[in-house]
């Protein structure tokens, strides 16, 4: 059965980092539409996202963009009484570490960068850009792939994504949603770390599943055939179950 998909991306690349993803996912008959990040702290922003994918059967992130579907299925359920499924691709519910969440980016660490950010954005990018790639043997050839699709980015918006990666925290909303979730990690991830998964499988969560892939942060870009093949079974699984 084809779904109707809204498939959002991560933090300063913007929407045709997915592309290939959509491509992938398109010609296993789903219907989709690509999402750039949006500032979530903003209620009115929020909202209008939320009328947007309440439209759809299954929300998509990547990294930033999976804490953005998180916090968009969370809404949904609450103000429509819809489940709509999640998935989430190299997203850390709580980017930036905390006390009840420590696997994640430590507190300086992240500060330097968003400083670094406002000093000089275009190097920034370039370095994040970079991390993305990190950890696999193809990572200066990827970096290159990466490099030819990223799309100039609005600096407000980047900003404000940075926001949402410093002060996000969706650790309750997965542990207590009540749809499908599904959430995929890659071992050598340089932002993400792949030791997240275990804190999922602590979670008690009725239909969350997760799954550990090869790759680095770049895995929905450089790797979109085999996710794809991952998201059409988990997909197809529920249907089944559902009947």
């Not at 850390?92 to 406002?118: G, I, L, R, Y």
């Not at 275009?122 to 990572?139: D, R």
């Not at 870009?221 to 079974?233: D, N, Q, S, V």
Request: net charge negative; with cysteine; proline share 2%.
């Amino acid at each position: 059965m084809n779904q109707r998909i809204l498939l959002i991306t991560g933090w300063g690349g913007g929407t045709k980092l997915l592309h290939p993803l959509k491509q992938a996912l398109v010609a296993q008959g789903h219907d989709v539409e690509l999402c750039n990040i949006f500032n979530a702290l903003d209620e009115q922003a929020l909202q209008q996202k939320v009328e947007l994918a309440r439209q759809f059967d299954v929300i998509v992130g990547w990294s930033l963009g999976g804490q953005l579907a998180t916090l968009l299925v969370d809404q949904i359920q609450k103000q429509h009484g819809l489940e709509k499924v999640l998935i989430t691709l190299g997203s850390n519910p709580c980017f930036v570490a905390n006390e009840t969440w420590p696997t994640a980016m430590d507190q300086q660490t992240f500060q330097q960068f968003k400083q670094s950010f406002e000093q000089d954005a275009v190097a920034t990018l370039k370095k994040f850009g970079y991390m993305v790639c990190q950890g696999t043997e193809t990572t200066k050839a990827d970096f290159i792939t990466l490099q030819s699709l990223i799309q100039a980015q609005n600096l407000e918006t980047l900003r404000e994504g940075l926001n949402c990666l410093e002060q996000l925290n969706n650790v309750d909303i997965l542990k207590n949603y009540s749809g499908h979730q599904y959430h995929v990690f890659a071992k050598q991830d340089f932002l993400v770390s792949y030791k997240v998964q275990r804190n999922f499988q602590k979670f008690n969560a009725k239909f969350l599943e997760t799954e550990l892939v090869s790759g680095s942060h770049g895995f929905p870009l450089f790797e979109a055939e085999l996710i794809t093949g991952k998201i059409c079974h988990f997909l197809q699984k529920i249907e089944q179950t559902t009947g």
